[in-house]
Structure formats: C-alpha cells, structure tokens
C-alpha cells in the first residue's frame, strides 16, 4: 500500500528552529508538497519539490531526497503563528496526491 | 482569504435530515474537489471535477452526492448521514491537475456534525 509518515506532535521554542519529518512509500514518485493549516483554517500552500535538495522560501526550507523515500520541513526563527499542522503529499505514478496525517506543531513560548 | 469559499461553516444535522454543502470559486480554475478531514488521518479525496465533469469518485458511499454546475460552483448533497460521517469538509480548485505542481486552494471547510 501507499504510505505517508509524519510525526503527530511536535513541541519548539519561540526563535528556536524544528524540522519535521516526511518519509513516503508509493508507487512511483511525481512531486512532493508540503501545506500548513492553522486550527480551524484551510490548508494553504508552502512548498513544492520535485527534484532532489533544498529549496528555501524565507524562514521555511522544504528538502527532498527521492532514493530515501524522505523529505523534510525546517522553519527557523520560530514565531507563535508558526503553531499549526504541517501536511505532506506526494503525487504517485499515477499523479494521484497521497496526503499525510499532518504534524501539529506547538510553539512554546 | 484563499478564493474559495465555502457554506455553511459548521452545521448540525440527524441522521435523517437533507443538507447540502457549497463551495465557490473565484479564481478562474477549472477543476475543483471535495476532501474530506478527520482528526489525525490523512485528507481523503471524496470527487474530483474538471470542466464540470466528474472524472473521480473515490469509492465514496452513495449518501455523499455531489453536483458541480459551472466551473465555479460545487455542492455535496447529503443524506441519511452516520455519525461517523462527522469531519471537516474541505472544497479545493486548481488550475489544471495536481500532477505538474500546480497549487491547491482549499476552502475554510465546513464542520459537519451528526447527531
């Protein structure tokens, strides 16, 4: 079967920097993406990956490694606002999108 | 604000009521989705429409009806619910499929209850 795996929760500190996680294992690989989703709102749009590395947008860096099934989010300089869940997808062979359960992050003061 | 928009928010229904959900979009894109989000499981793709057509149906139980009359609207008719029907609806529109990157935009959601 097809399986995406993010951690459920995670804690960080105000300023801190955290990563969280995304390993895959589905049928063919076209594309990975990444959403956050504050309590109550609609998931909105963070980053795309299609090639293997890193690509950067601000405080958010989205990595991708496609022979180890593995991506990653990293937020730095943590702000409260970055409280949220954190959705990972990947498109399949079949351009199907496979979400993940999602990652809550909780920003501590 | 995301350019779509969904009604009503949050509704309450028995297990013997007709409601329905609406989405709307404003931005122009020609494929449009209902996903379903329960707490701690992955979104679970419900339809999929593309120039109005309906090109998915994920398996989804026959109480869950969908009608999508324009590009810009979409409806999910529901009747005779369970309560483990309860969840976050999303709606969602892209332009184009997902299958080239193309960003989804999603809806706040409607929050349906089933008593």
């Known amino acids: 079967g097809q399986n995406i795996d993010q951690p459920t929760e995670m804690t960080a500190t105000e300023g801190a920097i955290v990563q969280i996680n995304c390993t895959y294992q589905t049928s063919g690989f076209n594309g990975l993406f990444w959403y956050q989703q504050h309590a109550g709102e609609a998931p909105t749009f963070l980053s795309y990956n299609v090639l293997d590395g890193l690509e950067e947008k601000g405080r958010f860096s989205s990595f991708l490694s496609r022979s180890k099934g593995y991506s990653y989010l990293l937020l730095k300089e943590l702000q409260m606002k970055d409280s949220a869940s954190y959705l990972c997808?990947?498109?399949?062979?079949?351009?199907?999108?496979?979400w993940g359960a999602g990652t809550k992050l909780i920003i501590k003061p | 604000e995301t350019g779509v928009t969904q009604t009503p928010r949050h509704l309450v229904m028995g297990m013997t009521n007709k409601k329905s959900l609406k989405c709307e979009q404003h931005l122009g894109h020609n494929a449009m989705y209902w996903y379903k989000q329960s707490a701690k499981k992955p979104l679970e793709l419900m339809f999929v429409?593309?120039?109005?057509?309906?090109?998915e149906n994920n398996s989804v139980p026959s109480r869950f009806s969908p009608e999508c009359p324009n590009s810009s609207h979409l409806f999910l008719h529901l009747h005779t619910l369970q309560p483990e029907d309860s969840a976050l609806y999303l709606c969602?529109?892209?332009?184009?499929?997902?299958?080239?990157?193309?960003?989804?935009?999603f809806g706040e959601g409607s929050w349906l209850t089933v008593v």
């Open positions: 969602a529109s892209t332009t184009g499929g997902v299958d080239s990157g193309n960003t989804i935009y």
């Open positions: 429409y593309n120039f109005k057509e309906q090109t």
């Open positions: 997808a990947v498109i399949d062979s079949n351009y199907q999108l496979i």
